[in-house]
């Protein structure tokens, strides 16, 4: 809702008016409260239908009409959910689900999914999202995997033409190497470990991403334990060998990022910190801080315990988004200068509709069309999902939430949310850790551009009745 401005341009009775012709319950004659959504319009969707489609009329210049979530049932649901993955269907009893990767081979689509509590990860085809199957099974101490104790991230990279895995192992503390050559049949090559051949930053080993440094590819490892970051040169996977490493207590989350000039940087979550730290790696014997952003700053209020991060581009811009789990919040920053990161948004979950953002934990950014971004949010306390549209970085607003409840597929504790497209279409992965299970939605993402083309088009004509009662 929002507070009135006044009588307005047009009047009390030119307010009533447009109530009644569009935000009245069994309206016959306008069509604006169903087209944004509002379930309840003469009810509790009030103040946003007055708002979004009577502001001018009722004098409420300075309000924000985004109304509340989606309707999720057919035919305008935005996410259907498709399939569970756990023990009754087939799949491992995956206690601690933590993780997961995607990938392909040949015509055919994988996920890793890594399962904290069980020292396990796990191989699926997902190449029918509505019936995956178990392909294989990797648990700690067998077959030759000695770095799978307590798996918390998964990266798959190609080394010299051939599919492999890297999974860091926070309480083996060091990384696992897997041939992915045939995905039914992975074969683990070779780990690093902390203490071990050189590598001194691998204690309570937390993320993992590859760049390409000197010609050479590198596992950027963070260590939250050991409080900094490794990075491994994994050009022979049979070989790994740690070139440096640098200093940077809480490190948890990170991201890759290269700058046109060929410049790589890691944008690294110091959970416990408060910090995003920005690091250049392109001499991967000397990586080195260039920035940081610490929540209170006075240009970054919000960045309270970072967590998930996922970068995008949009109109030229690089943006990155960073869920904050303790501060129950995204904070939306462009990267497009490495070294001089700036705050484009944030949002909070004390704002009612935003609820899903509490203890938001992961996040995964979806450029549907040129016209279309958008970003799924897991929220680990709040126990759901919220879709968020980011076309206007500068005015996110949100499009659906899904919140846990038990006639609804279990979406307690979510520690993970991915984003895949199969089929010719997107697809949802979301990690319950509490429940064990992965479940798969349908993200119907032309019902979501649509929506979100709708209510870009009402903010602009709301942003430009501001500047005219400004003048």
């Not at 087939?90 to 015509?107: E, H, K, T």
């Not at 490794?230 to 890759?256: E, F, K």
């Not at 499009?399 to 199969?422: C, F, M, Q, S, Y």
Request: proline share 6%; glycine share 10%; hydrophobic share 35%.
């Amino acid at each position: 809702g929002g507070k009135s401005g006044g009588s307005g341009s047009g009047g009390g009775g030119l307010c009533q008016i447009c109530l009644k012709s569009h935000c009245a319950r069994h309206s016959t004659l306008g069509q604006c409260a169903a087209k944004f959504g509002y379930a309840d319009p003469s009810g509790a969707d009030l103040e946003y239908c007055k708002c979004g489609c009577c502001g001018k009329q009722c004098g409420m210049l300075n309000c924000h009409g985004t109304p509340p979530a989606a309707d999720l049932s057919p035919p305008n649901r935005l996410l259907e959910h498709v399939f569970s993955m756990n023990k009754t269907t087939g799949f491992p009893d995956s206690r601690g689900v933590r993780s997961l990767a995607f990938f392909s081979y040949g015509r055919y689509e994988y996920a890793l999914v890594a399962s904290f509590l069980d020292n396990a990860v796990y191989v699926a085809d997902i190449s029918v999202p509505s019936a995956p199957t178990l392909e294989a099974t990797m648990r700690h101490g067998q077959n030759g995997y000695r770095m799978l104790e307590g798996p918390t991230d998964i990266t798959v990279t190609h080394i010299d033409g051939v599919l492999h895995a890297l999974i860091t192992s926070l309480t083996g503390n060091g990384v696992q190497i897997i041939a992915m050559s045939t995905p039914w049949e992975p074969r683990p090559v070779a780990f690093a470990q902390d203490g071990v051949n050189g590598c001194d930053m691998l204690r309570g080993a937390h993320s993992v991403a590859v760049a390409m440094l000197s010609g050479k590819p590198h596992a950027v490892v963070t260590a939250y334990m050991g409080g900094g970051i490794q990075l491994i040169d994994i050009s022979r996977p049979t070989s790994p060998s740690c070139v440096s490493h640098l200093p940077l207590p809480g490190a948890q989350s990170l991201v890759i990022r290269a700058q046109p000039g060929g410049e790589m940087y890691a944008l690294v979550a110091q959970y416990d910190l408060d910090r995003l730290q920005t690091i250049d790696i392109s001499d991967p014997r000397e990586p080195t801080a260039v920035s940081e952003q610490t929540h209170g700053a006075r240009v970054l209020e919000l960045l309270e315990g970072p967590t998930g991060l996922d970068l995008f581009t949009s109109s030229g811009t690089e943006y990155a988004l960073v869920t904050l789990e303790a501060g129950d919040g995204l904070q939306l920053l462009n990267v497009t200068e490495a070294r001089a990161p700036s705050s484009v948004s944030a949002l909070h979950a004390g704002k009612s509709h935003w609820r899903m953002l509490r203890g938001a934990a992961s996040v995964a950014v979806v450029t549907a069309s040129e016209n279309c971004t958008l970003a799924v949010v897991g929220s680990y306390t709040a126990n759901g999902l919220q879709v968020l549209d980011l076309t206007v970085p500068s005015k996110p607003f949100e499009l659906v939430h899904l919140a846990h409840r038990p006639d609804r597929p279990t979406l307690k504790g979510i520690v993970d949310v991915g984003v895949r497209h199969v089929e010719g279409s997107y697809y949802l992965y979301a990690l319950s850790s509490s429940d064990h299970t992965v479940q798969v939605f349908h993200l119907n993402t032309s019902i979501a551009c649509e929506h979100a083309r709708a209510l870009n088009a009402l903010h602009a004509a709301g942003d430009d009745d501001e500047s005219e009662d400004d003048d």
